[in-house]
């Protein structure tokens, strides 16, 4: 079902703010020795690692406020003729947040220069919402099990595991299910790069980038700002890396193999789970201070020998009518059984005549059992093969314009439990899962004290559940005509009990989108209050 969402929002405060959701916001006072506050002092902060530079001058109250500022390392400068020039390193702007910087000047030359060293912590006092960020450090060092990033959401104290339950289906990209706050599972509002960004099936997130591609991110619950209206619950909002003045990378490859591993006391064999996760990081500049690139790629690939299970098939004498051997006591665990006359067997032995030709050619496709009795092995193929390719590009067109566009997939293939020879292994179908988005962000300094910033993006998910090319019962002579595709689906009951498709038989595909958002934000300083107001549409 496609559904439409439109959130606006608009506040006048003296102390709240609203701002794009994938930035930052430095704002602060200008005192002097005496601490009366400094109206017309010139503020400049640049992000260290790109270059870009912000200006404004401070209020008649002396307030200064620069929203919308991307994130990273910034150094702050504040000039005003009669004083020192003020500088502060050290400022780090992590994602949503809202720092408040303080600037006090000496009387003296402009020439002479007072630099301050920023704090280790840095204090947040404008927003009244609960959140916790998880930054690049704790996201590069923190050991995952399959390098999901979405379990570090649980590192904010927040969230909890839920379970699955019906919410994660064939329908969507298998991902995990947070409740933040006691909210239901699919009550989490995720957003990438300040756009809207999951699955529209269920609400649950996309595949995310994996850990190396990830700048931060930031869980928020408990009176969340005006923009994340889409969901009460709470709003995971993650960055990915930009490019620098700096080319920067790395290569990485985690191996899983359990011909590594000793073999469980209790196990009968040692683990078969091959997993191999590779990939690597590049980002630098194109155009130093102007044009930035970064682009990353993770593949994984698993593979696990099946287990074996136990199952029983005719045997060649059975296939002719004789069940004898299957009826005695050395099948039957010392208790023979006498097959019924009103079924046709007469000393349990039956004519082939009376067999169904259509199980009879089935039966042919059937492995060599290993016994007399019937019995076979057989296990279910569990291989998969994970692509998760992020690209994104940063253009700072000019001091007041700045522009980015960015492009993350992630492609899954599942493969059927089906072994190609043996129709019992056919137990659960194949997928072939492609998800992707684009998103934009334009951000626009309207004036000294009006800042714009939009945000485009159009996701689509695309779901195809594989079927084995097995057979249908048509093609054993049944007079049957099929759904779809060459799927087949039975039980056989009594002793030699066993089913063939199971899930398999239901193919068909699924794709949701293009599902396009737009959002805008506006930011407006006037005085000592700061208006924020915009829009959001998601469809």
């Known amino acids: 079902m496609r559904s439409a969402v439109l959130s606006l929002f608009c506040s006048f405060l003296v102390c709240g703010v609203v701002w794009a959701q994938a930035t930052g916001q430095i704002a602060g006072t200008v005192h002097d020795e005496t601490g009366a506050v400094i109206p017309g002092a010139d503020i400049k902060v640049t992000q260290t690692a790109t270059g870009a530079v912000r200006t404004v001058a401070s209020g008649e109250d002396g307030r200064y406020v620069l929203p919308t500022l991307p994130l990273g390392p910034y150094m702050l400068e504040a000039t005003k003729p009669g004083f020192t020039t003020y500088v502060q390193t050290g400022i780090v702007l992590q994602v949503d947040s809202n720092l408040t910087v303080d600037v006090r000047l000496k ?96 609400n ?58 000793a073999r469980d006391f209790f196990a009968l064999e040692r683990d078969t789970l091959k ?35 136990t199952g029983y098939v005719p045997t060649a004498a059975m296939l002719q009518g004789d069940f004898t051997t299957f009826a005695s006591a050395a099948c039957n665990q010392g208790t023979p059984k006498i097959l019924s006359a009103a079924q046709g067997f007469v000393g349990n032995k039956i004519s082939p005549t009376l067999l169904n030709p259509v199980a009879l050619n089935f039966a042919k496709t059937l492995p060599t059992p290993l016994d007399q009795c019937g019995q076979v092995k057989y296990g279910y193929v569990t291989n998969q093969n994970e692509g998760l390719p992020v690209g994104r590009m940063d253009w700072q067109k000019s001091q007041k314009h ?68 097995y057979g249908s019962l048509a093609d054993f002579g049944a007079n049957y005509t099929p759904l779809g595709g060459k799927v087949i689906n039975f039980t056989v009951t009594g002793g030699l009990g066993f089913t063939i498709g199971g899930g398999a038989a239901v193919p068909g595909k699924s794709h949701n989108g293009p599902n396009p958002s737009i959002s805008e934000d506006i930011s407006w300083v006037k005085g000592s209050h700061q208006l924020g107001f915009g829009g959001s549409f998601y469809h």
């Open 275 to 309: 997993r191999n996760q590779f990939g690597g990081v590049i980002g630098g500049p194109i155009i130093k201070d102007k044009l930035f690139f970064f682009a990353g790629y993770q593949k994984t690939i698993q593979r696990s020998d099946p287990a074996f299970n």
């Open 402 to 469: 700045s522009i980015f566009g960015r492009f993350s997939a992630g492609t899954l293939k599942v493969d059927s439990t089906f072994d190609g020879k043996n129709p019992l292994s056919i137990n659960t179908y194949g997928v072939d899962d492609l998800d992707y988005q684009l998103g934009i962000g334009d951000t626009y300094l309207i004036g000294a004290n009006l800042v714009s910033s939009l945000r485009l993006s159009a996701s689509r998910t695309n779901i195809v559940k594989i079927d084995d090319n």
């Open 204 to 261: 649950l997130a996309l595949p995310l980038p994996f850990p190396d591609a990830l700048q931060e991110f930031k869980v928020e619950t408990s009176v969340l700002q005006p923009q994340y209206g889409f969901h009460s619950g709470a709003t995971v909002n993650a960055v990915t890396k930009s490019g620098t003045n700096e080319f920067h990378g790395d290569l990485f490859e985690f191996l899983r193999n359990g011909a590594l591993n």
């Open 107 to 202: 009387v003296g030359a402009v020439g002479e220069e007072v630099t301050v060293e920023a704090n280790a912590s840095q204090v947040e006092a404008r927003s009244t919402s609960v959140g916790q960020v998880v930054d690049s450090l704790r996201i590069a060092e923190m050991p995952l099990n399959g390098r999901n990033p979405i379990e570090l959401v649980f590192l904010a104290g927040m969230a909890s595991a839920p379970g699955n339950g019906a919410i994660n289906t064939v329908r969507n990209y298998p991902t995990i299910v947070v409740s933040v706050a006691g909210g239901q599972g699919n009550g989490v509002s995720y957003q990438l790069d300040g756009t809207i960004y999951q699955d529209p099936y269920n």
